[in-house]
């Protein structure tokens, strides 16, 4: 990241100094050609890593089974990351043992003390038994390893020092592109073979239906040491938006637009923004923009909110329920994507339509008494859910796939 920001620095001074042409003039010094075949190399490998003989018949039989999780780099606090550590800490007190492993390193996590100590600072959900690697050649034989994400899926399929292949799916990864290369990528990658463990009944039937998968699924939950119901303490109206502007599958656009026409239709509206910097957006109403914040700040900040704003054109976050756990009423985006969590007893539900979305806030802004049951219900189902629970089903997920290939 600092080079980045030095590259960013300099562009501008030479923009200043000398103009567009000066720029471009400084940029193409100093490119290197984009290598392709490097960059992508691992999607045309096809060389198998081979079954250990020796280690399975030594192994086959413990009772504690040998996972290996082979995870794409990360930054501090990545979404993704830390719901594979939280499942991953739970099968560590479930008869499994854990092991990670760093896909195509591309940075210093490559050195093993140092990925453990990254982790132990960003990620201190990840339990200290787990064993943690920073280059996936260095992976060894397991019971069962597991793709989590598209690019790591290339590796699985050519590992074949382990019993069973699993792919833990937590998004339709090719809608986070444009329809070409990367697109194809990451689509091929669900007809590998692999067992799909997927967030969500929606991407379970998805890729069971469309690709052939065989797939188990887990819910969702919160974590309840954060998200509690706390009391708004005024009567402002207010409207909370997860306002992603570079994350295009949460629908930023639109929802700027739909805010702006429920501006229009509610008196005395102030609007909370958080998820980016919003500084160079216009934004011609009443509202407040806090930027990236810890996740320790966000359930008070929900809570003071009538609803919260969280439309996705993929799979759901765990917004909605770490919304509904600190007292506030969730707003989704419908389609199968969300409904397989949410639902008009625990939520409100809206059309990718501006419009329409703001016209169905404004009803419950005017019918508080049916907006304060969908909250009631909401908080009641969150508090209903358990991480131990959905890891309890990827367990039996595993235990399944490792008999059923062995």
């Known amino acids: 990241m600092g080079k980045l920001f030095r590259f960013v620095k300099k562009v501008y001074h030479y923009i200043s100094t000398k103009g567009i042409d000066g720029a471009c003039n400084y940029i193409d010094k100093i490119a290197d050609k984009v290598d392709v075949f490097a960059f992508y190399h691992y999607i045309v490998d096809q060389t198998k890593i ?58 210093h996590l490559e050195d093993d003390a140092t990925l453990k100590a990254f982790l132990r600072e960003h990620f201190s959900i990840l339990d200290e038994r787990v064993e943690c690697y920073g280059n996936c050649n260095r992976a060894t034989f397991a019971h069962a390893t597991i793709a989590t994400s598209w690019q790591t899926a290339y590796f699985v399929r050519n590992f074949e020092n382990t019993i069973s292949r699993f792919y833990f799916v937590q998004d339709f990864e090719p809608y986070f592109y444009a329809m070409g290369s990367e697109y194809e990528f990451a689509n091929n990658t669900y007809k590998f073979g692999l067992r799909g463990i997927t967030a969500g009944d929606w991407l379970k039937d998805k890729l069971r239906d469309e690709y052939g ?103 759901l976050s765990l917004l909605p329920l770490e919304v509904m756990a600190s007292n506030s009423v969730a707003v989704c985006s419908v389609g199968d994507n969300s409904t397989w969590l949410v639902n008009e007893d625990n939520s409100i539900l809206v059309d990718y339509d501006p419009v329409g979305m703001a016209e169905k806030m404004a009803y419950y802004f005017e019918h508080r008494d049916e907006l304060d049951e969908i909250r009631a219900k909401g908080l009641a189902f969150a508090q209903s859910t358990s991480w131990v629970k959905e890891a309890e089903k990827v367990r039996d997920a595993l235990l399944k796939g490792i008999a059923e290939d062995d």
């Open 213 to 315: 998968m065989q797939t188990e699924s887990f819910g969702f939950s919160y974590d309840k040491d954060i998200y509690k119901p706390y009391e708004k303490k005024d009567d402002v109206n207010r409207v909370f938006f997860y306002a992603r502007p570079v994350t295009p599958r949460r629908d930023f656009e639109l929802g700027l637009l739909a805010l702006r026409e429920l501006d229009k239709r509610v008196d005395n509206l102030e609007v909370y923004f958080a998820g980016w910097d919003l500084s160079n957006y216009e934004i011609p109403f009443k509202h407040k923009s806090f930027g990236i914040l810890g996740i320790e700040q966000l359930s008070e900040i929900y809570a003071q909110c009538d609803m919260c704003f969280v439309i996705s054109n993929t799979n």
């Open 50 to 107: 081979e079954l250990d003989r020796a280690a399975y018949e030594e192994h086959k039989n413990d009772e504690v089974k040998l996972l290996n999780w082979i995870i794409p780099e990360m930054g501090p606090g990545s979404g993704g990351h830390i719901n594979i550590f939280r499942f991953i800490s739970n099968l560590e007190n479930m008869g499994f043992h854990s092991r990670i492993y760093i896909h195509n390193p591309q940075s």
